[in-house]
Nanobody
Framework: QVQLVESGGGLVQAGGSLRLSCAAS????????VGWFRQAPGKERDIVAA????????YYPDSVKGRFNISRDNAKNTVYLQMNNLKSEDTALYYC???????????????????WGQGTQVTVSS
């Protein structure tokens, strides 16, 4: 089991930056696949970044490619989402998710993850 806690959300102007953190407790992140998702009111939960520790592969959808970056700090058991050049359409509740399936896949849907944080709100004003 692992517990995930997100932080770092807030209100930012368009063009600004935020860094979200996802701290894991219970077990080390090093054997997990981790994804960041977001969900706006009335919309589905969509992937914005993913990383597979086993393969080192990362994934970003076109909507955030070149603006978002997922990274990790093994010593702190924390995964980060650096978000630059934020746009009003990035406004959403952001979730960190993880699985411990031990394979080499990049999972891009919520069904691919077993553990979820409570979410952190990101609001971008135009």
């Amino acid at each position: 089991q692992v517990q995930l806690v997100e932080s770092g959300g807030g209100l930012v102007q368009a063009g600004g930056s935020l860094r979200l953190s996802c701290a894991a407790s219970g077990r080390a992140f090093s054997s997990y696949a981790v994804g960041w998702f977001r969900q706006a009111p009335g919309k589905e939960r969509d992937i914005v970044a993913a990383i597979n520790w086993s393969s080192g592969r990362t994934y970003y959808p076109d909507s955030v490619k070149g603006r978002f970056n997922i990274s990790r700090d093994n010593a702190k058991n924390t995964v980060y989402l650096q978000m630059n050049n934020l746009k009003s359409e990035d406004t959403a509740l952001y979730y960190c998710a993880a699985n411990q399936r031990g394979d080499f896949y990049i999972y891009t849907t919520p069904a691919g993850y077993d553990y979820w944080g409570q979410g952190t709100q990101v609001t971008v004003s135009s």
